[in-house]
């Protein structure tokens, strides 16, 4: 299950009044500073389950959709916050370190 909660529809329907409709992507990044679950322009390929919301596609990998479910896509102050089931990793360290602050 995916929820874009009413202030993210919003935001997004704002972004697109001056630019080209386009589905969203919701996948998990990996960085020298750890996991998030982030949101990027995209077009669906055929393994996505597909949800709509406001006349706006969001696609979501089935695999990844089935380990991270619920996700939730709000926004908050000056940037979307996507949270999810999903325990995901830090990586304080920076890249190259064997440091890391992860508890």
Do not use: H
């Amino acid at each position: 299950m995916l929820n874009v909660t009413e202030k993210a529809q919003e935001q997004i329907a704002r972004y697109f009044e001056e630019n080209a409709l386009k589905p969203i992507r919701v996948f998990l990044a990996s960085s020298c500073s750890g996991q998030q679950i982030v949101l990027a322009l995209d077009d669906a390929k055929p393994n996505d389950t597909t949800f709509e919301f406001s006349g706006i596609q969001y696609l979501v990998d089935t695999a990844f959709l089935n380990q991270a479910q619920p996700i939730e896509i709000d926004f908050a102050g000056s940037g979307f916050k996507v949270s999810s089931s999903l325990k995901l990793t830090c990586g304080c360290g920076g890249c190259g370190s064997s440091e890391g602050c992860c508890s």
